[in-house]
């Protein structure tokens, strides 16, 4: 069965009940995972820059991984994956792939598939072979194809 990862761009999206959140409400009902690491991303965003309080954003985060989307810890082969992956296509200031970021490629796996808004994300997860689902960012923008 095809793992369907959403990076957290998506879920703060979603989260954040921007207009692409019913896009996203759609790709839930495909029983998708999110990787821990990028769980940690989505409370960083909620807190550094959506304002939410910590306590309050772990809580949603929690209620969102208890209810929508099974979180999946990072195993050590995940982690060395996502290790390789991004030494092998980070680029600075050309492919701005985060560490993050290649966890969730490394969690979906080649045959797998990440929801994303992510242009360096997305770029990185097909040359890995892994499907993408390109998502409208905040600002309604799509990685290109």
Do not use: K
């Not at 304002?51 to 099974?70: I, N, R």
């Not at 970021?101 to 796996?109: E, K, L, R």
């Amino acid at each position: 069965m095809e793992r369907l990862v959403l990076d957290a761009q998506p879920v703060v999206t979603f989260l954040a009940g921007e207009p692409a959140a019913d896009e996203i409400a759609e790709l839930l009902r495909r029983e998708p995972v999110m990787s821990v690491a990028n769980a940690a991303e989505v409370v960083d965003v909620l807190v550094r820059l959506r304002g939410f309080a910590a306590g309050e954003a772990q809580a949603v985060v929690l209620s969102f991984l208890d209810e929508l989307a099974a979180p999946v810890p990072v195993s050590l082969e995940i982690a060395l994956d996502a290790g390789a992956i991004r030494g092998a296509a980070y680029l600075r200031h050309q492919l701005d792939v985060s560490l993050a970021d290649c966890v969730a490629i490394a969690t979906a796996g080649p045959g797998g598939s990440v929801a994303t808004s992510d242009p360096a994300l997305a770029t990185v997860a097909r040359a890995e072979g892994v499907e993408v689902i390109a998502l409208p960012d905040s600002r309604g923008r799509r990685p290109p194809a």
